[in-house]
Every structure is written in structure tokens, then in C-alpha cells.
């Protein structure tokens, strides 16, 4: 089974040594001469130029259209999926495991990320430009009608498969691909986003991480597995829950 697993990085990071990993720069198109070593999201049919507003999806659309693979995934240069909880490359899934998971799922996934006392929409709008999502549920309406019960049902659920983050067999990956960034497309068509703040314009790569559920709770016929996110660095805890208050209290902030 032809695996490869896309790295989404920014800048000169390790990686791993198993090659069903491939490091991919995104961004290549806007910084040519950051790195040199990478594959670059900026060749073949790719979205490169598009990454300050679509984030990680770059990698994704990439591999999507010029890797020909029975599966794809894709992680973060500091994300990574694992049977264990090690932050060590050494122990995220290699390729015998992948292959063991794909014997009863046809997508692999993180854990959810709960936020048990929000939900995730309720979460978007602390953090988030509000008419982003509005525009999204509008486009699900008018064009995608079938996919609205699964939206809602994720709109009003307190957790979700945050990160954009998956593995998928080539069939889910082709469905769920022209399907998420036609529906991207045309939410980018009506969003104006030239006043927002350089976070805020990744506003594409934030509507994906609920879009992903979307899609799957559409489609039961693709059976999921969901496996451990190992974060390589240190969290500072004491940071984060400062963040999370700071976001309850103004209606500001980051994941």
C-alpha cells in the first residue's frame, strides 16, 4: 500500500526519517527563500499563493493533485499521529500501522478536542470573525442541502476533529477533497477579509476543521479510527488557560 503522509511546515524544522513522511513547505509561492530543502507547495496544480488564507491546506490540496497514492494524510511539523503519547518522531504511526488500521477504516483520526463547557460554534465565534461561519451555513443551504443536518449537528457539539488532521484511503480523499474546497471556494467569493488580522485571514484552514465533520457525518459509509495527537513541544499549560479566559471574557483570541 502506497502511503505518504504530508508535513505541513513553515519554517526549518526536524522531521521524521520514515519516508512515508514527506515535509512540505507551504507557502513556497510567497516565501521562495525561507527553504531549500523541502518538497514546496508550489508545484503542479497547487494553491501555494492561497496558504496565508487557507493555512495547511496548501499541503493538502497539494498532495491531493499531484501525489498518486492509495492514501493521504496529513500532520503538523509539531503534530503528529501515534498509538502512544511519546513526543518522540520515533514512536508516531509508521507504515505497518497504518496499514493494520486501513485493514477496518477508511480514514484515520486524532482524538477529538473537546471544549466541554462551549460548543464548537459557540467556540468559532469567541474566536473568530463571526461572518465567516454565517457565510459557510448560507453556502451548505443554498448548494449542499444534504450535508446542513451534519453541520448543525457539529455546530452544536462540544468537540470535534480539530487540527486538520487525517489519513484517507484514495476514494474518501478524492470525495472529501472536491467537495471541501469547492464549498471554500465559494465562501472565499463572498468573504471580504482585507481589514481582518494576519490570524484571522487563515479564516479558510479555521472553517476546514469543522467542514471535516461535516463531511463525515454525511458519509457513515466511510468507516474512521481515531488515534492519539502527540504535540513534540513542551505546552505551556499556565498560557493557554490565561488564553481560554481572555477569549470568554472579550470574545478574542486563539485556539
Not at 132 to 158: N, S
Amino acid at each position: 500500500m502506497k502511503v505518504k503522509i504530508l508535513v505541513a511546515v513553515h519554517k526549518n524544522y526536524r522531521m521524521p526519517d520514515d519516508p512515508m513522511y514527506l515535509p512540505i513547505f507551504v507557502g513556497k509561492e510567497i516565501h521562495p527563500t525561507v527553504n531549500h530543502t523541502f518538497q514546496g507547495d508550489n508545484t503542479g496544480d497547487n494553491i501555494s499563493a492561497k496558504n496565508p488564507h487557507y493555512n495547511e491546506l496548501t499541503a493538502l490540496y497539494w498532495g491531493w493533485k499531484n501525489l498518486d497514492v492509495d492514501a493521504l494524510g496529513l500532520v503538523h511539523y509539531r503534530r503528529y499521529l501515534s498509538l502512544g503519547h511519546s513526543k518522540d518522531l520515533s514512536t508516531i504511526l509508521n507504515q505497518q500501522q497504518v496499514e493494520q488500521l486501513f485493514q477496518n477504516a477508511d480514514v484515520i483520526l486524532p482524538k477529538k478536542r473537546h471544549y466541554y463547557i462551549e460548543t464548537n460554534e459557540s467556540h468559532y465565534l469567541h474566536v473568530h470573525e463571526h461572518a465567516p461561519l454565517e457565510i459557510t451555513r448560507q453556502v451548505l443551504k443554498k448548494d449542499y442541502p444534504e450535508y446542513v443536518p451534519a453541520f448543525e449537528h457539529v455546530m452544536k457539539q462540544t468537540s470535534a476533529h480539530y487540527f486538520n488532521m487525517m489519513i484517507m484511503k484514495k476514494q474518501p480523499l478524492d470525495e472529501y477533497c472536491s467537495w471541501l474546497f469547492e464549498v471554500l471556494g465559494k465562501v472565499e467569493q463572498q468573504v471580504d477579509y482585507a481589514d481582518y488580522t494576519p490570524y484571522e485571514q487563515r479564516v479558510f484552514g479555521f472553517l476546514s476543521e469543522l467542514l471535516l465533520d461535516t463531511w463525515l457525518g454525511t458519509h457513515p459509509e466511510y468507516k474512521t479510527v481515531e488515534v492519539n495527537r502527540v504535540f513534540l513541544e513542551k505546552q505551556n499549560w499556565p498560557l493557554k488557560i490565561a488564553k481560554f479566559l481572555k477569549r470568554k471574557v472579550t470574545g478574542h483570541g486563539e485556539h
